[in-house]
């Protein structure tokens, strides 16, 4: 079984135990309050195993099965085949704690603040397969995955630092986003040069992902 697949199976899990009992989600939501007030700190983690609803868990889940299969492949070629499930499981986890932790400082004195869900590593991931293959398309929203990961950014920024009051969080979706970036680059920086390279092959004939 892969990595993908348990994180897969323990979010889902957990997940659809905090639909039926809302006391869980209570108990693991990322609360800046309480993580300030009580010293809770394991909810920066915890809160990417709860979702708020069903299709909230399909979403992230989703895309955790489409990405996350393919980027911990990688992770094995780059890193070797013992070493990159490891990596890729490090990489999950820190990209939930990035996502939460600029929220975590923004509303520390906000008891009304919280948050759930996979979007901080499931931010990290797309942006990852964007850097190893920018010229691949997406096919919705049917653009080039460089293109998708700029716009994404770039509107979850503008949405973070307007407060927009949809009910997404913008700011996990961001920084997680940011630190798949850093994750990467830091840990692996001759992809800097395979990036780049692809960037000026420029784009061929579409090859959707």
């Given at each position: 079984?892969?990595?993908?697949?348990?994180?897969?199976?323990?979010?889902g899990l957990i997940s659809y135990q905090g639909l039926q009992n809302h006391s869980i989600v209570e108990k693991l939501k990322h609360h800046p309050y309480s993580e300030k007030r009580n010293k809770e700190y394991y909810r920066l983690l915890s809160s990417g195993f709860v979702h708020g609803s069903m299709n909230h868990l399909l979403i992230n889940g989703f895309v955790l099965y489409m990405f996350g299969g393919m980027i911990e492949s990688t992770f094995s070629q780059l890193?070797?085949?013992?070493?990159g499930p490891m990596v890729f499981l490090v990489l999950y986890l820190t990209?939930?704690?990035?996502?939460?932790?600029?929220?975590?400082?923004?509303?520390?004195?906000?008891?009304?603040?919280?948050?759930?869900?996979?979007?901080g590593a499931t931010s990290a991931l797309v942006l990852i397969y964007c850097l190893i293959a920018p010229w691949n398309w997406f096919i919705y929203p049917?653009?080039?995955?460089?293109?998708?990961?700029?716009g994404y950014i770039f509107y979850s920024?503008?949405?973070d630092r307007t407060?927009?009051?949809?009910?997404?969080?913008?700011?996990?979706?961001?920084?997680?986003a940011?630190?798949?970036?850093?994750?990467?680059?830091?840990?692996?920086?001759?992809?800097?040069?395979?990036?780049?390279?692809e960037l000026m092959?420029?784009?061929?004939?579409p090859n959707f992902f």
């Open positions: 079984m892969s990595l993908t697949i348990a994180i897969l199976i323990v979010t890193y070797g085949s013992t070493m990209a939930i704690i990035a996502g939460d932790l600029p929220s975590h400082f923004k509303h520390q004195d906000n008891p009304r603040y919280s948050a759930v869900g996979a979007s049917p653009v080039p995955a460089i293109v998708f990961g700029i920024s503008w949405a407060n927009r009051a949809d009910g997404i969080g913008h700011s996990a979706h961001l920084y997680g940011l630190w798949g970036i850093v994750f990467f680059f830091g840990t692996q920086p001759r992809m800097i040069g395979h990036f780049f390279n092959q420029g784009p061929s004939m």
